[in-house]
């Protein structure tokens, strides 16, 4: 492998120096420490390690530091719920303490190394941990907990004392939930629901709380964690090892900050491949959002737009509020796979059908139109009158003999139909219980999701309290808006899973050859000319136009002939960034004369505005197509990110592009191009061809390789424009941009 004479690290050196723990802690893959195989052409892990919690959640043994039993202290409220917690879950709990003898009747030992056996795990009721983690690797002690605040969410100095928390917990050898966390892990759950169980990740402890009071609504909760601060243990080791549960259906997260945006994707991608939905409520959307939630767990919360494409390319299910959360995640837990995509509106009211079926289109929810003899079928009990094509109406009357359940019994029977929605708008006894009753009885004898909207703002009927959250059945939601949000959410998921591939599988290992090229091109800290950056597009095979670097205006004549006319000139200098606006691009030159005027103007106005130039570039001039953007961004979270979008002046105009973090496959690349609102422009309008997009894939493609090889050695990457071709005739990179770190 070839090294920078620039000085830039080498992909091989980068991933010895990850390897070597030279810069970071040496990463773990499957319990073990990661080797080459194991690490991307960057030295980045492509796996998730899953850390082994059960004897965090489940430990047989635990030591309480600064245990208490004094009246009016704090750590004795808190010494009194562990003690319950530890008797629930069959642990022996050890109080420690260096003046009490006992606490709670429990004998207490002075410190952890008189404790009477080794322990799982440590809480530790102090106010400064840190002196305390050094004898708790002494004690050999798997676990530790630590409550107290004061660190990376009050500022740079609780930051830094943080980081020293973190390193003295890195050399212990242990895994600490905390700092700045709270008791939420050792919540009672109850132990008389069955079915599939959701598992709640959170930063804030009161964000959790309505997740957990959904076990009241019949819904299984399994685990809690905390995360607080997160010096150690993060959401991803968390998701990780829940992916792992099998009584685990569903992972609800409220997320403020990501510690590691790779570890997130990695704990993701192990989630998506044994199908378990996460869904997250991932606050920063706003300036003050991400603000506010730095202040409180002392994260990045990274540049929104590239937070929500991660989600969304791992297929995390993002939600906006604390009632989506706890209404996606509980349907997502319970409900198999759906068994056809089609969605059903069944109502007594025609307008509460037409109402819901406006939002659910409107939300992307397929509501395709009953077949002729399932309408004729259905008409047997619902007058010929009434609409039954989807929405289906009933009228009323029926839903309160034997009608009502054959027409349930009929929808659901449709091999089109996968979901049948219900939305009973307000309680009508004894009609409305006795509909309440049959969708129960159908969703039970029934693979197929039933849904039931109950308006109601009481929510003390029978019919709701009773009937429907006393099946396990039945989703049952409040509102339209929660229910379609669930109902879209589990279709998505599921034709995610469905197709899913991890792209970290595919991710190269080894550089490629393009990489050695490209070694003596880079300048760290500086920007490359056009030239230069051009160079570097061409070594990872992106077409360029036929051009020319020359250095005097015979050259330049000589030039032209070359490339053929009509011909293009710009300056071509490191410190240019906004040519067009210097006036240092010429178009369209037809004749030697006008070659010789333009290399003499554009090196006058280089001159005049003090730039200094490698020479003067004459291109060949490509018209015909549509312009485009694709380029690599730095992401403090994520790092290299790959963005694609319309080019030109609109990128600036419209903002209208679409981003992923890398690494990434086709499929992916092509589902960019469907998220642009300009994509029509693509397939051709007013009369217009469609463009190659099958080599707008490929340069897209080619970047992500750069991004992946070059990603710590490049700041900004902007091919802009790319000229995408009619069908057929490929993508050409018309100007590029290249900063280098």
């Known amino acids: 492998m070839l090294g920078s004479t620039h000085g830039t690290l080498t992909t091989d050196s980068r991933r010895a120096r990850v390897i070597a723990c030279g810069e970071q802690p040496s990463p773990v893959v499957h319990g073990r420490p990661a ?12 796996y998730a ?87 708790l690797a002494e004690a050999k002690v798997k676990f530790a907990v630590a409550f107290a605040s004061g660190f990376a969410e009050t500022g740079a100095e609780g930051a830094a004392a943080q980081a020293h928390l973190a390193a003295a917990v890195r050399r212990a050898g242990l895994r600490l939930l905390g700092p700045n966390t709270n008791l939420n892990a050792f919540e009672k759950f109850r132990d008389d629901l069955d079915g599939p169980a959701i598992a709640l990740i959170t930063q804030s402890g009161h964000q959790g709380r309505p997740v957990f009071a959904m ?16 010096a150690d243990l993060e959401t991803a080791d968390f ?31 192990r989630a998506a491949r044994r199908g378990v939905p996460v869904v997250a409520v991932k606050v920063g959307r706003t300036e003050t959002g991400a603000r506010t939630a730095a202040s409180h767990t002392g994260k990045l919360t990274g540049a929104d737009t590239v937070v929500d494409a991660a989600m969304r390319q791992y297929g995390v299910i993002r939600v906006d509020g604390l009632d989506e959360l706890q209404d996606t995640a509980a349907l997502l837990a319970r409900s198999r796979a759906p068994r056809a995509e089609g969605v059903v509106v ?34 047997q009990w ?69 849904c039931v909207v109950w308006g109601s703002p009481v929510g003390t009927e029978a019919a709701y309290r009773e009937t429907l959250l006393g099946s396990s059945k039945v989703a049952t939601f409040r509102t339209f808006a929660n229910c379609i949000t669930a109902v879209r959410a589990y279709l998505d998921h599921h034709r995610f899973v469905a197709a899913y591939r991890s792209p970290f599988d595919e991710a ?141 002046v609109l990128v600036e105009v419209l903002r209208d592009a679409a981003v ?40 897209v493609m080619r970047v992500q390789r750069m991004a992946l090889e070059l990603g710590d050695d490049i700041a900004e990457l902007d091919i802009n424009p790319l000229m995408v071709l009619p069908r057929g005739q490929g993508a050409v990179a018309l100007d590029a941009l290249v900063v280098c770190r």
């Open 215 to 230: 076990q009241e609504l019949g819904v299984r909760l399994s685990h809690w964690a905390p995360t607080g601060n997160e």
């Open 660 to 699: 992923r973090v890398p690494p990434f496959g086709e499929d992916q690349a092509r589902g960019m191009l469907g998220e642009l609102r300009g994509r029509a422009l693509l397939e051709g309008v007013r009369g217009g061809p469609p463009v190659d997009v099958d080599a707008l894939i490929e340069v």
């Open 508 to 648: 190269p290992r080894t550089p490629s050859p393009s990489f050695r090229k490209t070694q003596a091109l880079m300048r760290p800290g500086q920007q490359l000319s056009e030239h230069a950056a051009k160079q570097l597009l061409r070594a990872y095979g992106i077409r360029v136009p036929r051009e020319q670097l020359v250095t005097s205006a015979a050259a330049a004549v000589r030039a032209a002939s070359l490339v053929g006319y009509p011909v293009v000139m710009k300056a071509s200098g490191a410190q240019i960034a906004h040519k067009t606006e210097l006036g240092l691009v010429k178009i369209g030159l037809t004749s030697a004369s006008q070659v010789r005027d333009a290399y003499r103007e554009l090196t006058d106005i280089a001159r005049y505005e003090g730039i200094s130039l490698d020479g003067v570039l004459v291109c060949q001039m490509v018209e015909r197509g549509v312009e485009m953007v694709v380029g690599v961004t730095h992401d403090q979270l994520f790092g290299p990110t790959v963005t694609v979008g319309l080019g030109g």
């Open 49 to 135: 390690d899953v850390p082994d919690l059960d004897r965090f959640f489940r430990p047989e043994s635990v030591a309480v530091v600064g245990a208490s039993d004094a009246d009016g202290r704090p750590n004795t409220g808190i010494t009194r719920q562990l003690i319950a917690w530890a008797e629930r879950v069959g642990a022996r709990l050890h109080p420690v303490h260096p003046t009490r003898q006992s606490v709670f009747g429990i004998p207490c030992s002075p410190s952890l190394a008189d404790l009477p056996e080794q322990v799982d795990l440590a809480v530790l009721l102090v106010g400064d941990p840190l002196p305390v983690i050094g004898e």
């Open 239 to 269: 998701i990780s090892y829940f992916s792992e549960q099998p009584e685990i259906g569903a992972i609800a997260c409220y997320v403020e900050g990501l510690k590691d945006g790779r570890s997130f994707l990695l704990a993701a991608d």
């Open 382 to 450: 619902i007058p010929e009158y009434l609409s039954v094509t989807n929405p289906v109406d009933n009228g009323g009357h029926p839903v309160g003999d034997w009608r009502g359940r054959k027409i349930i019994d009929a929808i659901l029977a449709d091999p089109e139909v996968g979901v049948l929605i219900c939305p009973i708008t307000g309680p009508f006894p004894p009609m409305s219980d006795k509909l309440a009753q049959d969708l129960v009885d159908a969703a039970e004898q029934s693979d197929k999701l039933v």
């Open 35 to 46: 080797d080459v195989d194991d690490l991307d052409v960057s030295g980045r892990p492509l």
């Open 346 to 379: 069944y109502s007594i009211s025609g307008g509460t059908g037409a109402h819901f079926a406006d939002l659910a289109t409107a939300a992307g929810l397929p509501l395709p139109h009953l077949s002729a003899p399932k309408q004729a079928e259905l008409h």
